[in-house]
């Protein structure tokens, strides 16, 4: 399969942006989706995952209370809405594939069989 990421872009500190990755292929409706990100100089890092019914969803510690994930399986495609933002979540937003789970979706990145390129969303001070 292959994953489209778009909505990223540039914000100012306690704003919002809404991501989506969207799938072209089988399958990915029917696994868990996962968003990730990484900054410079840094390993990926967890954001959120979801699985494939949308009522599973799990949150990296630093983003709780903030960002939102969710799917629409009509569509293929998988959100992730980010609000209050900080200067530290600037980072490029990947998102993968968990054909390794269906209910869930893993927190590590090695069993994440698909991604896509990625968006950059910079939050300034």
């Known amino acids: 399969i292959q994953l489209v990421e778009s909505g990223g872009g540039s914000v100012q500190a306690g704003g919002s942006l809404r991501l989506s990755c969207t799938a072209s292929g089988h399958g990915f409706s029917s696994y868990g989706t996962g968003w990730f990100r990484q900054a410079p100089g840094k390993e990926r890092e967890f954001v959120a995952g979801?699985?494939?019914?949308?009522?599973?969803?799990y949150y990296g510690d630093s983003v709780k209370g903030r960002f939102t994930i969710s799917r629409d399986n009509s569509k293929s495609t998988a959100y992730l809405q980010m609000n209050s933002l900080k200067p530290e979540d600037t980072a490029v937003y990947h998102c993968?594939?968990?054909?390794?789970?269906?209910?869930?979706?893993?927190?590590?990145?090695?069993?994440?069989?698909?991604w896509g390129q990625g968006t950059q969303v910079t939050v300034s001070s």
């Open positions: 993968g594939a968990d054909f390794t789970k269906r209910y869930s979706a893993s927190s590590e990145s090695k069993d994440y069989a698909y």
């Open positions: 979801i699985g494939w019914t949308g009522d599973n969803k």
